[in-house]
């Protein structure tokens, strides 16, 4: 199994939900990573786990909350969001760790849109 | 700042052609880069990576190249084809596995 799985696909919620996206690994990656990408901009990196621990926190403000419960999953939460939120939110996966020569693997995304 | 530039935005060529895009990097020296492709909708997928000992990496038909007298890698796409029309992206890491990307190359190959 060589696919990083997220979902949902499409999530829709107003600025007062909470909500969670999730991501799933079976590659036996130590490292995950979540990235914010705007449209026709570039990845922005939010957050890397490493063997489980949050190692990189981008200055992500505290209502994107990650999670890491194991080696396999990766969660973020969603809270009291605003519009300029609405993104596509990735989420990798690599096999290396802190060499930087990490290969990504990323899933297809959440399409995530605040109202 | 350390940077990362792709220069061209889009790039249109006729199928056949090679297609050339380029990736400047400023204020810092990366051990190495790497190229994703990206289609709508869709993760970046990894392409290649290559060191800065090494001038040159290929894998079919994609070549890239690092420069670091011009602080430059080079990406070709050699006989494009309408299925090569994505956008193209180049990564820089570092040892804290913080990978950044490019602002990225929309690439259209017309028939």
């Known amino acids: 199994d060589t696919e990083v799985t997220q979902t949902p696909k499409h999530l829709v919620m107003g600025m007062t939900n909470k909500k969670s996206l999730k991501c799933e690994q079976h590659?036996?990656?130590?490292?995950m990573y979540w990235y914010k990408q705007k449209a026709k901009k570039p990845p922005e990196l939010m957050f890397v786990?490493?063997?489980?621990?949050?190692?990189i926190n981008e200055s992500v403000p505290s209502r994107f909350s990650p999670e890491c419960p194991n080696s396999s999953l990766l969660n973020l939460h969603l809270h009291a969001l605003q519009p300029e939120d609405s993104a596509l939110y990735l989420c990798?996966?690599?096999?290396?760790?802190?060499?930087?020569?990490?290969?990504?693997?990323f899933g297809s995304g959440t399409q995530l849109s605040v109202l | 700042s350390q940077k990362i530039e792709q220069n061209s935005e889009a790039l249109n060529i006729q199928e056949g052609k090679t297609a050339t895009l380029t990736c400047n990097y400023t204020?810092?020296?990366?051990?190495?880069l790497q190229w994703y492709r990206q289609d709508p909708g869709r993760g970046p997928v990894f392409l290649l990576l290559?060191?800065?000992?090494?001038k040159e990496k290929r894998k079919e038909r994609l070549k890239v190249t690092f420069d670091t007298t011009l602080k430059q890698s080079l990406f070709h796409i050699t006989a494009s084809q309408p299925a090569d029309s994505a956008t193209y992206l180049c990564?820089?890491?570092?040892?804290?596995?913080?990978?950044?990307f490019g602002s990225g190359t929309r690439l259209s190959i017309r028939p």
């Open positions: 990798a996966s690599s096999e290396e760790v802190g060499t930087g020569e990490e290969k990504l693997f």
């Open positions: 590659m036996g990656h130590r490292a």
């Open positions: 786990y490493s063997y489980e621990k949050l190692s």
């Open positions: 204020n810092y020296s990366p051990a190495y």
């Open positions: 290559i060191r800065e000992n090494e």
């Open positions: 990564a820089r890491g570092s040892s804290a596995s913080k990978i950044i």
